[in-house]
């Protein structure tokens, strides 16, 4: 990371707080944003961190629900099923924090592929992890072999991707078009997910195994505070790109 430029000359980078609401509510704010940078309403990039009203399973953008979740088991439980404007793996969001970028690839030099992007922004994870006390980070470079699609997401080491001692603690995924992108990103705080969530909501023989994930609560042996993420996150990317926080 090069020097960075006084304060007053950063590029300023909009934040939109953190908030706690439905599965649709959280993709069709997202999406908003991103549009509104399309459309050159917004011209400043947007970050912003939401935690869910209810559990709920996010599905990537081209994935086919009853596939790849077993939805008789998601009703049983009581947990939504949404779809992310951006790719990647089945997720479900119980006890994480989220994250979401927003921005056009001119914005910041380590934005101009998706490689550098997913690079970049798990650089800024691992400083937030640190900060918060957890030391064994790492930034993997290579991934797990996929099964097929119907892998979870935590199921799955994807290149780029913060682990924790080999353990997967977040999961991400990006949208690009005509320069612009979203990034959504879950960081798992709670170590709540039961027997359910790692085996019975997921195809046979796509179930999650308990002992390749982790917590942030797991690896710092206490409760977390999500607004402990959220400030630690927005200085991590202050830091790691050399940018100024507004809040929008």
Not at 39 to 45: E, S
Not at 210 to 228: K, N, W
Request: with cysteine; proline share 3%.
């Amino acid at each position: 990371m090069s020097e960075c430029l006084p304060e007053t000359q950063r590029l300023p980078w909009d934040y939109l707080g953190l908030v706690t609401d439905t599965g649709e509510a959280n993709m069709a704010l997202d999406r908003s944003l991103l549009a509104q940078l399309q459309a050159g309403t917004r011209l400043r990039p947007a970050v912003r961190f939401y935690v869910w009203e209810r559990p709920t399973i996010s599905l990537g953008t081209n994935q086919i629900g009853d596939a790849v979740v077993e939805s008789e088991v998601a009703t049983r439980l009581g947990y939504d099923t949404v779809r992310r404007a951006t790719g990647g793996r089945a997720l479900l969001h119980k006890g994480d924090i989220c994250y979401m970028i927003a921005a056009h690839k001119d914005h910041h030099p380590l934005f101009h592929s998706l490689t550098s992007t997913y690079r970049a922004i798990g650089t800024a994870i691992a400083d937030m992890l640190l900060l918060l006390g957890i030391n064994l980070t790492d930034l993997s470079t290579s991934g797990a072999e996929s099964r097929g699609s119907l892998n979870p997401c935590f199921a799955m080491l994807s290149p780029f991707e913060v682990t924790v001692a080999g353990k997967k603690i977040c999961g991400s995924a990006q949208f690009r078009s005509g320069g612009f992108f979203l990034q959504h990103g879950s960081i798992r705080v709670r170590d709540n997910w039961n027997s359910d969530d790692l085996t019975s909501l997921w195809p046979t023989g796509y179930e999650l195994e308990a002992g390749r994930v982790t917590s942030v609560d797991c690896e710092r042996g206490q409760i977390t505070a999500f607004s402990e993420i959220e400030a630690g996150f927005l200085k991590a990317l202050e830091r790691h790109f050399c940018i100024r926080i507004i809040r929008a």
